[in-house]
Nanobody, 118 residues
Framework: QVQFVELGGGLVQAGGSLRLSCTAS????????IGWYRQAPGKQRELVAT???????SYADSVKGRFTCSRDNANYTVYLQMTSLKPEDTAVYYC????????????WGQGTQVTVSS
């Protein structure tokens, strides 16, 4: 069973920044694609960013240009730098992992709450 630990959430004003971290207990961390998801109350969980095994990234249109994902394989950690935050970014943020041609995992960490005030 994979364990994810998400940290770095908090309360910020609109236009502010936060950096989230995700540490995963994956024995071969460098072989996994890591994804960041978020879920607002009463809404479906959505994928907002991914980072590939080679460091390539992709982002949902809603966060493109504002969020940046990076990874530190030596420390089994992925970061999500969030800038120009908007109230609609308010959600619990989770990470997950997958290998190429495989599904995202079934297990989720506790997530970290991001609240952006207007």
């Amino acid at each position: 069973q994979v364990q994810f630990v998400e940290l770095g959430g908090g309360l910020v004003q609109a236009g502010g920044s936060l950096r989230l971290s995700c540490t995963a207990s994956l024995s071969t961390f460098n072989t996994y694609i890591i994804g960041w998801y978020r879920q607002a109350p009463g809404k479906q969980r959505e994928l907002v960013a991914t980072i590939g095994t080679g460091g390539g990234t992709s982002y949902a249109d809603s966060v493109k240009g504002r969020f940046t994902c990076s990874r530190d394989n030596a420390n089994y950690t992925v970061y999500l730098q969030m800038t120009s935050l908007k109230p609609e970014d308010t959600a619990v943020y989770y990470c997950n992992a997958k290998r190429i041609l495989r599904n995202w995992g079934d297990y989720w960490g506790q997530g970290t709450q991001v609240t952006v005030s207007s």
